[in-house]
């Protein structure tokens, strides 16, 4: 019975240290995976925070060419207004009066 209580310890202590091992293994394992996915975000965040920068241009370089070609609008507008309200003589009335004798 001695002999089969010491078998039991021995066996006991080597499933111990077998359990540990796995638990370490398990540990280091999901660190690792850890690890990778932190890194992964990192490199996303890092991605995003660029593509919204050059999204922010883009909408700042938008706008400027909005304000830009408004400002065109408005100027062709003032100029065929200007052009509209300028009296252009008629050159036919000034060649009538010349053929009438007046």
Known sequence: MEQ???KLREENTGLLA???KFKEDLVAEH??????????IQRIEKDLTRVRGVRDDLHFELQNR???EEE????AREISELADSREVPNPRQ???DDIRGE
């Open 4 to 6: 089969a209580s010491e």
């Open 18 to 20: 077998e359990r540990t």
């Open 31 to 40: 660190k690792v995976a850890l690890d990778e996915a932190n890194s992964q």
């Open 66 to 68: 909005k304000a830009r």
């Open 72 to 75: 065109t609008l408005h100027s």
């Open 94 to 96: 000034d060649y009538s």
